[in-house]
C-alpha cells in the first residue's frame, strides 16, 4: 500500500470516459501531469477532489478510502488557474476560510494566517479585497488558502499559466519551498514543460482519458515511450535498424547514418533523443561522445530562454538545444558546419512506433 493509491478508476461522463488502472504515490511525491488538451487531466484531478463520481475503482489516501466521500471530507485541497477566492471577503478572510471549518481558537487562526501569509509574501495585503490584488498576490493568496488546512494531498490545475514569466517562476521556488518545508504530497496538471524540470520527481502522461506512461521524471523525459509522450515532449524522432552490437553498444542504422546506443534491441526500432543533448562543437577534439558526426545548420529558432538549432546529417535533421550564449559562442549561423555530439547513453531505444500512443 502507498501513500496514495487509486486502482481501476473510471469515470463517464457520456461523451468522455477517464480510465486510469493505476497511480501510486509515495508520501512527498510531486506528481506533474502533462498531456495535451482535452485529454482528461481536469477530471481526472477533479475526481481525486471527490466533485466527479466514479463508476468503478478506488482512491485511496493515507489508509483512508475517498472514494464516496465528499469533498471536504477527504482533506484534498485544490489550486485552479484562476484564483476562485470569494470577492466578499477579504484576504484574510479568505485564507482562513477553511481553518474555521476546522473549528480552531480564533488567535489560532489570526495567528496561522498571519504566518502563512509572511511565507508567501502577502501579508501586506491581508486587509484587501480580491478584486484588489494582482494576479501574482491573489494566486499567492489561493495557494495559502490550500495549504492552511495542512492537507494531506494538494492538487494543483495549472495554477501558474495564467502569470507573467518573471511571477511565475518567483511562485515556483515558493512551491518548491512548501514542497521541502512540508513534505506535502502534490499533483500538479500543466502544460508548461519547465514545471517538470523545476518541481517534480514524478510525471505522467495523459491522453484519451488515460495515463499512458508514468515514471520517475528522469526516466520518462529521457526514456519517453510509447511514440506518442516522445513526440509531445518535443524529442528527436528516428526510425532505423539495428545492424549488431559492437562493445556492448547496439549499432543502427538511420538513412546511412549509424547512430551508437547502450540500449538493446533488433528489427527496426524508434530512437529518442532529446535536444538538449545534442551537443553542438567547433572542434572534433572535444569528442568523448560515440556518436560524431558532421551537421550543417539549417535553421536557428530562437525562444526567450532557448536556441533550437536545426541541424542536417546527411538525410536526416536533428533538433538541439542550446544556451543563446552557446550561439555567440560558437558563432552558430545558417549554413555553416559544426560538429554534432550525442552520448550512447542519450539515444534511447523507445519500440516500435506506434502514433496513436
Ligand atoms: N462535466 C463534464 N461533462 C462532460 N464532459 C466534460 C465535462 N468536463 C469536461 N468534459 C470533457 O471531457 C474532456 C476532457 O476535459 P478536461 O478538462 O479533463 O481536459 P484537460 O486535459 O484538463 O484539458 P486542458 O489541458 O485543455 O485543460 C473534454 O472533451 C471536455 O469537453
Redesign the pocket.
Known amino acids: 500500500m502507498s501513500f496514495l493509491d487509486i486502482d481501476n478508476l473510471e469515470i463517464d ?4 470516459v ?1 480510465r486510469v488502472d493505476e497511480l501510486h504515490l509515495s508520501r512527498g511525491d510531486y506528481l506533474v501531469i502533462i ?10 484531478l477533479e475526481t481525486i477532489m471527490g466533485f ?1 463520481e466514479p463508476i468503478s475503482g478506488t482512491i485511496s489516501l493515507d489508509g483512508a478510502d475517498l472514494t464516496t466521500l465528499p469533498p471536504e471530507e477527504r482533506d484534498v485541497s485544490i489550486v485552479y488557474q484562476d484564483h476562485c477566492l470569494f470577492p466578499h471577503m477579504t484576504v484574510e478572510e479568505n485564507i482562513a476560510y477553511g481553518l474555521r471549518k476546522q473549528t480552531e481558537m480564533k488567535e489560532n487562526i489570526h495567528r496561522q494566517v498571519h504566518e502563512i501569509a509572511a511565507m508567501m509574501g502577502i501579508d501586506h495585503v491581508l486587509n484587501r479585497y480580491p478584486g484588489t490584488l494582482s494576479g501574482g498576490e491573489l494566486q499567492r493568496a489561493s495557494i495559502a488558502r490550500a495549504i492552511i488546512v495542512n492537507p494531506r494531498l494538494l492538487l494543483m ?2 495554477p501558474f499559466s495564467a502569470l507573467d514569466q518573471r511571477t511565475k517562476i518567483s511562485l515556483r521556488k515558493l512551491i518548491a519551498d512548501i514542497r521541502d518545508n512540508f513534505e506535502t504530497t502534490v499533483i500538479h ?1 500543466t ?1 508548461d514543460l519547465d514545471d517538470i524540470w523545476w518541481l517534480s520527481n514524478k510525471v505522467a502522461v ?1 491522453n484519451h ?1 488515460k495515463i499512458i506512461q508514468m515514471g520517475k521524471k528522469e526516466e520518462v523525459i529521457n526514456k519517453p515511450s510509447p511514440y506518442f509522450v516522445a513526440d509531445f515532449l518535443g524529442a528527436n524522432i528516428l526510425e532505423g535498424t539495428v545492424e549488431g552490437q559492437v562493445n556492448g553498444l547496439t549499432s543502427v542504422n538511420v538513412n546511412s547514418n549509424i547512430f551508437r546506443t547502450v540500449d538493446c534491441g533488433e528489427g527496426s526500432v524508434i530512437l529518442s533523443i532529446r535536444p538538449e543533448n545534442i551537443m553542438i562543437a567547433a572542434d572534433p577534439f572535444m569528442a568523448s561522445a560515440q556518436n560524431i558526426f558532421k551537421g550543417t545548420v539549417e535553421d536557428i529558432i530562437e525562444t526567450s530562454r532557448i536556441v533550437y538549432v536545426n541541424l542536417r546529417i546527411g538525410d536526416i535533421v536533428l533538433t538541439s538545444a542550446v544556451t543563446p550564449g552557446a550561439v555567440t559562442e560558437l558563432g552558430i549561423r545558417t549554413g555553416e558546419e559544426f560538429q554534432v555530439l550525442i552520448k550512447a547513453t542519450n539515444v534511447c531505444i523507445i519500440g516500435e512506433k506506434n502514433k496513436n500512443g
Open positions: 461522463l457520456g461523451e468522455f477517464v498531456g495535451p488538451t482535452g485529454s482528461g487531466k481536469s477530471i481526472f466527479f490545475d495549472e496538471v502544460h495523459m482519458g
